[in-house]
Each structure stands twice: as C-alpha cells, then as structure tokens.
C-alpha cells in the first residue's frame, strides 16, 4: 500500500494527461502557453474568486501574496505554528515576523478567540491554514481581520475543493494560496500553485510580481519574483480536473468510512458541520505513536506525521522566541496521518483501519515520547 497512490491516479486520467501534454510539446508555448490562461479561468470559477493567478508553488503563492500587500520589514503576520514550514518561512523571506498563535486542539486549526491578544501596532495580516484539508475558522478570523483593518491569507495549500458555509476553501478571504505539489488533493508532476482573489488591484500586483514585477515587456513597475507555474504542469492539471470533483467525493466516502470504523475507539481530528474537508490528510490521534507506526509499517501500511515539531520550535525560528503553543506542541507528539486518496478501495480503508485499532488496543504502559517543547 503507498501512503499516496499517485500511479492509479495517472492511469485513471491517463489518456487525457498525455493528450494534454502532447499538446503543449507541439505548439512549444513553454511558458506562458495558453494552457496557463485557461488553467486559470476554470479555476477562478471553480473556486468563486474572480481571479486566479497560476505561481511556481504554493510557497511562492505565499509569498506573492504577501509582496501585494507591501508587508515587510518591522510587520508582523500572525500565523499558526502547526503547519508546514512553508507558511512562516514566506512571511520571513518578506522580512516580516512570523507571529505565532496556538491551535484548537480539536481541529489543529489556529484558535480564533486567542488571535485578538496577539494584535499589536505592527500587525498586518492574519494567515490560517486550512490543515488537512479543513477550511480554518475563516468567519470568525474575518471579523477580527475587518474589526483590526488586517489582510486574511487563507493557506489553502492541503484544501483545494473544501466547502465553508458554502464557499469554497481559497475564495474565504482577502487572498488564498493553494499549491499542486503532487501530493496534495489537486496536484501537478512537479511544483505549482495558484493565488485567488476577487480584489482585482491587488490580482493585478500578483501578475506582474509574479513576472519580475513587469507591468509591460521590461517595464518593471515593482520589485517582483520569477514565480511563473510552467504550461506543461499546468496541462497536467487541466487534465485532472474533470475527475477532480469525483475524486473529492471519493474521499469523502472513505474518510465516512474510516470515521465509521474509528470514532469513539480513537481520537480523531476534529470537523466541524458547517465545512466540508478535501481530505489532504486523514489523521488520528494516539497516544504511543512510533510503535504503531512501526507495526503497522510490518503490515505493509505507511503512516507520515504532518508535522513531528511545531514551527516555532524548530531551530531557525528559535529566535523569535514566540510564546509558548502548548496545543501545537502537544498535537506533534501524537498526530499520525494514514493512506487516504480517491483511489484507495473501501477495503483497503478497512485493513487499516483494522490494524490501527489493533495496533492502538496494544498500548504497552511505556515510557511517554521525548517532550519537544
Ligand atoms: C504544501 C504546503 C505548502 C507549500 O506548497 P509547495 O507547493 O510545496 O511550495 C504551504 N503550506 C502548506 C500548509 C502546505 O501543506
């Protein structure tokens, strides 16, 4: 079993890829080919957003966005340091400050009602991360946002297809930043990503800092990234998208079904019923993780821990010395995330679901892991 079935993925859309790179091999727009244009009109109506603005990688979405802003030196952007180390690492390379706010243990989301405290003169934007695929507590973050005249960055990087109250994930807020690193729900064979936004001033800032900061052919009207997403990832993505919705569904199916076969025998993470997840990972919660990561990889089972140290503990961020997050740093001690994708079968799902409350029934009396924090 893999932890992320790429391969069936390719065989199921297979004919439509190879067509749709063979056609970008043959017309040679390697970059910006029309293939990027369309790619971007279909997801800006997919997503709701008015625009849609294709980036070389969700990082650099970040980034971007952040550029628009004009946030820099002496700004601080309040974040969650649960979470891949893409989102704080954008706001250093900005020059800003990455400060950190603790998760809702229940959901790893960021914690709206601990948000307000951490707002200081120098604060310029709020960016939550929709983790795991869960749109974050986007209203609640808005209404602090307006109250405090701040920017909301969604990093919708793992939730591309999510649903809040009836919007989709990247179109919940000033701007949102979604990668196709192949991995996640709506991926690409290589780096990608797209930023969204209905503001069309600061989706006009995004292109051309996308290019250089180029308004027209080398007028360079601000200083601007080569952040282009090339034409063929961008075929490869258009081609997945007709199953894309099929595949959200899919699941959504068999996260049911691991919550069927799991709830109340292990601590799952939270969902809340006014959000609907894309389900980048499925993740659960134990006690003696490194054991049962290790019998269930002799059942053939691959597990990932997304993410073993929050980002405020790692050792290039130590300087900022943020105030202690003892949710995020009691989740890295025991989130575990297992095979979850579109192509897995129900009874694959079963078989591990099996062996994880197999593994979960044997919990020996133990030493407690090593505390991070
Ligand atoms: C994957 C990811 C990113 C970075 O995306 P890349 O396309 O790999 O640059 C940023 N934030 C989060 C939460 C991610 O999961």
Not at 17 to 40: C, F, S
Not at 111 to 138: H, N, W, Y
Request: charged share 20%; aromatic share 6%.
């Amino acid at each position: 079993m893999e932890f992320i079935d790429l391969k069936s993925q390719y065989h199921a859309s297979r004919s439509a890829i190879d067509q749709r790179i063979h056609a970008v091999l043959e017309h040679g727009q390697y970059i910006m080919g029309p293939e990027v244009a369309e790619l971007e009109q279909r997801l800006a109506r997919f997503s709701g957003a008015r625009e849609c603005i294709t980036v070389a990688s969700g990082t650099e979405a970040l980034i971007i966005a952040l550029m628009a802003l004009g946030i820099g030196a002496g700004d601080e952007v309040i974040t969650t340091p649960f979470s891949f180390i893409a989102t704080a690492e954008a706001i250093v390379l900005v020059g800003a400050t990455p400060v950190f706010v603790d998760i809702d243990p229940t959901t790893c989301n960021i914690d709206p009602f601990l948000i307000e405290a951490k707002i200081t003169a120098r604060t310029r934007a709020i960016m939550p991360v929709s983790l795991f695929g869960q749109p974050a507590d986007m209203e609640e973050i808005n209404a602090i946002a307006s109250r405090h005249r701040l920017a909301v960055i969604e990093d919708a990087a793992q939730s591309f297809g999510a649903t809040y109250r009836g919007k989709r994930s990247c179109n919940l807020s000033t701007i949102g930043c979604t990668s196709f690193f192949p991995s996640k729900p709506l991926g690409c064979y290589g780096d990608g990503g797209a930023i969204f936004t209905s503001d069309a001033d600061l989706a006009q800032a995004m292109r051309e800092i996308r290019v250089h900061g180029q308004s027209r052919r080398y007028v360079h009207t601000r200083i601007g990234v080569g952040g282009r997403m090339d034409t063929l990832q961008c075929a490869v993505v258009l081609a997945k998208l007709d199953l894309f919705e099929w595949e959200l569904e899919q699941r959504t199916r068999l996260a049911a079904r691991y919550d069927a076969l799991l709830s109340g025998r292990l601590g799952l993470v939270g969902r809340r019923p006014d959000r609907h997840s894309a389900f980048a990972q499925y993740t659960v919660i134990v006690d003696q993780r490194e054991r049962m990561q290790a019998e269930l990889l002799t059942a053939g089972i691959p597990t990932a821990v997304h993410y073993p140290v929050p980002i405020h503990k790692q050792p290039a961020y130590a300087h900022l010395a943020a105030d202690p997050c003892p949710m995020a740093c009691a989740l890295a001690e025991k989130v575990m995330s297992v095979p979850m994708g579109p192509y897995m079968t129900a009874d694959a799902v079963d078989g591990v679901a099996f062996a994880l409350l197999r593994s979960a029934q044997a919990e020996l009396p133990g030493e407690p892991a090593d505390a991070i924090c």
